[in-house]
């Protein structure tokens, strides 16, 4: 799964890069360093833009979709959901199945973004470490066998570029508000064999040349949409251990994105990875 990212890129530079025509980022846009689930994040989609009337689903007339960068909530909200609390479990989607899951397969059809991110971070288990010892059920007031370690990996393109993320979103309506919620799921898909050493999934990531075909809500053939979605091959992507002060939500800055240089990164093993 894809749980937690960085996008830290600035606002100018994300409608530049993604030829955005409209801007509909209310307020300020700012780096984060540490997303997760409930945030809110960029995202890039092609809409008509229109107001409460087209977001309800009625007759936008005849105006022209337009690329628009907005922020969302990560954590899909199906349209037919009671209350936002079924996003915290939707964050995800696996490419293999989610043209056919209630929940995503019309956002599949018409409604797919790219999430703009710098690179993203996994966990890895790393055996044998002396982790703290667990409780053994089977032990009254003893100690069991120790918590494995877990250590954190960010892992970026190697190029240093945007890395636009497979997303799907929706419109929820608050019913005790009438507030439009607007939300998001981030597409993952197989690891190639250097990354699935770290953890088997891993964002789907839309080349560039792919961008229009995928933000385009007229294209709605399943197979050909899916047809747009090519796993990362071997090789493009870097990985390397930080700080496992990513571990809790409430710490955010560059500083969590830089090589490992504490002892965060288990001696030297992850040399041994890559």
Not at 193 to 206: F, Q
Request: charge should be negative; hydrophobic fraction near 35%.
């Amino acid at each position: 799964m894809c749980g937690r990212y960085a996008t830290a890129r600035a606002r100018q530079e994300l409608l530049d890069e993604f030829q955005v025509q409209l801007d509909a980022v209310e307020n300020d846009l700012q780096p984060d360093y540490n997303v997760a689930p409930t945030k809110q994040v960029p995202a890039v989609l092609t809409r008509v833009p229109k107001d409460a009337k087209e977001q309800a689903g009625e007759s936008a007339g005849e105006e022209e979709a337009v690329r628009q960068l907005r922020t969302l909530r990560w954590g899909l909200v199906p349209s037919w959901a009671k209350d936002l609390s079924i996003g915290s479990r939707m964050i995800n989607a696996r490419m293999e199945t989610v043209h056919e899951k209630a929940s995503f397969r019309r956002a599949f059809a018409k409604r797919r973004c790219l999430l703009p991110a710098d690179g993203y971070f996994e966990w890895y288990t790393v055996q044998d470490q002396g982790g703290e010892p667990a409780a053994d059920p089977d032990q009254k007031g003893g100690k069991g066998k120790k918590k494995p370690q877990k250590q954190p990996f960010f892992i970026r393109p190697k190029d240093g570029g945007v890395m636009a993320m497979a997303g799907l979103y929706e419109l929820w309506k608050n019913p005790e508000t009438g507030e439009w919620v607007w939300t998001c799921t981030v597409i993952t898909t197989d690891a190639p064999d250097d990354l699935g050493r770290i953890h088997d999934r891993m964002p789907m990531i839309v080349e560039r040349e792919r961008w229009d075909a995928w933000l385009d809500p007229a294209l709605t053939d399943t197979e050909t949409v899916r047809g747009l979605l090519v796993p990362a091959m071997a090789g493009t992507m870097d990985a390397y251990p930080v700080s496992k002060a990513v571990n809790n939500v409430r710490n955010n800055g560059p500083e969590l994105i830089k090589p490992s240089t504490n002892g965060d990164s288990s001696g030297n093993h992850s040399d041994t990875l890559f």
